[in-house]
T-cell receptor, first 115, second 113 residues
């Protein structure tokens, strides 16, 4: 049973399109995250939700909008896709949003390619 | 601000060689420190962690010690295997605020038979 699962695994789309990535965790965790990994493998947090409440919102274009219908799901919707949005997007979850030693569990990633 | 600096890769070793991947950090106060590993085509997995000065994290033969005097958290393994080939990320969670992992740039390790 996959702990953190993302769909789709690969996404190829044209500039200007709108797309969504879905994430689900079955670990019973309270906190979920979106991270972006660029072509050089650099990872940076985008958003974090705790019990459906947005708690971290890094400097991300407004075209990116996370949505958490319940604490087990965190989706990422991207409007008007640009070439620079091409990256691997990782969903992650952790038991809570403040425990300093809390392990984060990552999904397998969604490779988004904008052409 | 908070940041993590790792040695650039790739690191190429023969099987059974000794591994060191350097990691230093900048942070306010005392962050928690982590090493995550990413195998090809997979997400990140926690390898080990340390939450206070002089703590040693260890797992699968890997070790790292939280050194506040040098603000370092170097990853070591005495004898690497081909199966250790992966990208290794050093990361911290700042002392203040909500949890967010701040990652280094990652170091690719390639181990040859």
């Amino acid at each position: 049973d996959t702990a953190v699962s993302q769909t789709p695994k690969y996404l190829v789309t044209q500039m200007g399109n709108d797309k969504s990535i879905k994430c689900e965790q079955n670990l019973g965790h309270d906190t979920m995250y979106w991270y972006k990994q660029d072509s050089k493998k650099f990872l940076k947090i985008m958003f974090s939700y705790n019990n459906k409440e947005l708690i971290i919102n890094e400097t991300v274009p407004n075209r990116f909008s996370p949505k958490s219908p319940d604490k087990a799901h965190l989706n990422l919707h991207i409007n008007s896709l640009e070439l620079g949005d091409s990256a691997v997007y990782f969903c992650a979850s952790s038991q809570d949003g403040r425990g300093r030693s809390t392990e984060a569990f990552f999904g397998q990633g969604t490779r988004l390619t904008v052409v | 601000g908070n940041s993590v600096t790792q040695m650039e890769g790739p690191v190429t070793l023969s099987e059974e060689a000794f591994l060191t991947i350097n990691c230093t950090y900048t942070a306010t106060g005392y962050p928690s420190l982590f090493w995550y590993v990413q195998y090809p085509g997979e997400g990140l997995q926690l390898l080990l962690k340390a939450t206070k000065a002089d703590d040693k994290g260890s797992n699968k033969g890997f070790e790292a010690t939280y050194r506040k005097e040098t603000t370092s958290f170097h990853l070591e393994k005495g004898s690497v295997q081909v199966s250790d080939s992966a990208v290794y990320f050093c990361a911290l969670i700042p002392r203040e605020g909500y949890n967010k992992l701040i990652f280094g740039a990652g170091t690719r390790l390639a181990v040859h038979p």
